[in-house]
């Protein structure tokens, strides 16, 4: 069910196959309607995550990417949208020669071709397909269908995993009930599919007797229950896994035989993030919050992640501050808050609520030396409000906010715009990896050490080049340029601790071995600060 951990239960098994010597890569099969992620709203489905070539996919293409180090392509992704389309294409263009095309076999084999196409794309010994959605729903029937064709075709080189929850009731929390799981295999059974290994998602570690009834319950031998209990971290879930030998039974479920690689790397990541010296209070400034306190965080989860790699890196405990925008638009009294975060990010974003919140709270970091570090429309607003505050426009503004704005610092490319008035909006944007040719002296050379860079994009507006001159005048740094398009690509202040704005998304490439060079020198001057 969806938030039981699939995506980083993927995501550990690619790591612990990997550290085995095996080339793997993972596949997300999303069971939505939708081409792509990039129409769904973030507060129900998360952040939309962008890859080199373009594709937005799923928030669980973050955590293969970041967990196996590696940067994942389009042909890692699908939805049933998607699947769908290209089943009517070939149709349209009489790929099927006149034959009546169905949904079984037509959909599961079309499926089957993508994931082969992954394989070879990826040069993959092995690949770990997570399908999303819930056991006994209609939306992913299909893709269980394609299992079983799988496994009737390759009968030992297919194996199942089921990620199952496992409540935890009583006074004190701590009574396991398994019968969920049991209803949950009996659903996979009536499909003609039985797990070969069960990840047992509960709060605490499973103890012996509930893997015993589990095992028996559900057709499965000893070994085969995998306890899959709550952590403090997720990078600690491929050690959590091996307490319980899950790559050695998948191995030898699969008959292969491990290649002596280890996890010592990622082991002493985790040691270090258990032992840190100190803490550093990084505030991001955001809006999608739900009732009371409550933060959808899933909405920027690669960026928390990115802050927790930096952050890991200098050796100390992130601690996250979350700040309502809307709250500095209706007293701006609460600004002082600030004062309390030794840095500041304002992510991504689209829309004007909150926004001139934003703006003030950039104001505010940049007058009181406060480390600040704008993603994407926090670059934007950051020239809004220096364009405001320091170049004396006093009506600048991002026309996705004010089309009729005197100043339009921020502006809509040409292309986008002709493509908005088509109503095009899903996959529309300057989408996936540009050039970046950095000025050497800046902070953003100084913490790339290299003149060219590659970064993601995902946004419709830009830095209007009409107002270069007069901000750089002012003391606005330019320090990277995207050379194809003489587009400006991040912003930045002189004489002040960090404060950097970019136009993409330094998120999607930051890792936990190798975290994003502008996280790592933000949190740095933060840890300063």
């Not at 770990?128 to 893709?143: D, K």
């Not at 600040?372 to 009506?395: I, K, P, S, W």
């Not at 989408?431 to 790339?448: D, R």
Request: net charge negative; charged share 25%.
């Amino acid at each position: 069910m969806s938030g039981v951990g699939k995506g980083v239960a993927t995501a550990s098994i690619c790591k612990l196959l990997k550290s085995k010597g095996f080339e793997t890569t993972a596949i997300k099969i999303d069971p939505y309607v939708n081409v792509d992620a990039g129409t769904m709203n973030p507060t129900e489905h998360g952040e939309v995550f962008v890859l080199d070539d373009g594709m937005e996919c799923d928030q669980d293409m973050g955590n293969y990417e970041r967990f196996l180090d590696t940067s994942l392509s389009s042909a890692n992704y699908m939805t049933t949208g998607s699947v769908y389309l290209s089943v009517i294409n070939k149709e349209r263009a009489m790929e099927y020669q006149g034959r009546c095309v169905e949904v079984v076999p037509q959909i599961p084999l079309e499926v089957i071709n993508r994931i082969n196409n992954a394989v070879k794309k990826e040069h993959a010994e092995i690949v770990v397909i997570e399908i999303g959605g819930t056991v006994g729903e209609y939306e992913n029937l299909l893709f269980l269908e394609t299992i079983k064709m799988l496994k009737l075709k390759h009968q030992n080189d297919v194996l199942t995993v089921l990620v199952s929850y496992i409540p935890a009731l009583g006074a004190g929390g701590n009574e396991l009930k398994t019968k969920p799981t049991q209803h949950a295999v009996r659903d996979l059974n009536s499909v003609g599919l039985q797990p070969d290994i069960i990840l047992a998602r509960a709060s605490v570690p499973l103890d012996k007797k509930r893997k015993e009834k589990i095992q028996f319950m559900c057709g499965l031998v000893e070994g085969d229950v995998i306890s899959a209990p709550n952590v403090e971290n997720i990078y600690e879930i491929p050690i959590n896994f091996e307490k319980d030998n899950l790559t050695d039974r998948i191995l030898e479920k699969l008959s292969l035989k491990s290649k002596n690689k280890d996890l010592k790397e990622w082991q002493a990541l985790v040691d270090k993030v258990s032992a840190p010296d100190g803490e550093v209070k990084i505030g991001i400034v955001g809006k999608y919050f739900g009732s009371g306190d409550f933060v959808l965080t899933d909405s920027y989860i690669s960026v928390i992640e990115s802050i927790k790699h930096a952050a890991y890196f200098w050796q100390k405990k992130p601690i996250i501050e979350w700040l309502d925008a809307d709250a500095y638009e209706k007293d701006s009294s609460k600004l002082e808050e600030l004062k309390n975060c030794q840095g500041v990010v304002v992510p991504g974003g689209f829309g004007n609520r909150g926004i001139e919140g934003k703006i003030l709270a950039i104001k505010y970091c940049r007058e009181n030396n406060i480390p600040y570090f704008g993603l994407c429309y926090g670059m934007q607003l950051a020239t809004v409000e220096f364009a405001r505050n320091v170049a004396g426009l006093t009506d600048a503004h991002t026309t996705e906010i004010n089309p009729k704005t005197k100043d339009p610092v921020i502006d809509i490319m040409a292309d986008q715009e002709k493509l908005m008035q088509e109503n095009r909006y899903g996959g529309s944007m300057r989408l996936g990896a540009y050039p970046c040719k950095l000025i050497e002296g800046t902070k953003a050379f100084k913490a790339y050490e290299k003149e060219n860079i590659s970064e993601r994009h995902r946004h419709r507006f830009e830095f209007n080049n009409k107002y270069r001159q007069i901000l750089s005048e002012k003391g606005l740094v330019i320090s990277g340029i995207n050379p194809e398009r003489d587009l400006v690509e991040i912003v930045e202040l002189k004489d002040h601790p960090f404060f950097v704005g970019v136009q993409f998304h330094p998120e999607f490439k930051s890792r936990p071995l190798n975290p994003h060079p502008l996280f790592r020198e933000f949190v740095k001057a933060s840890i300063g600060k």
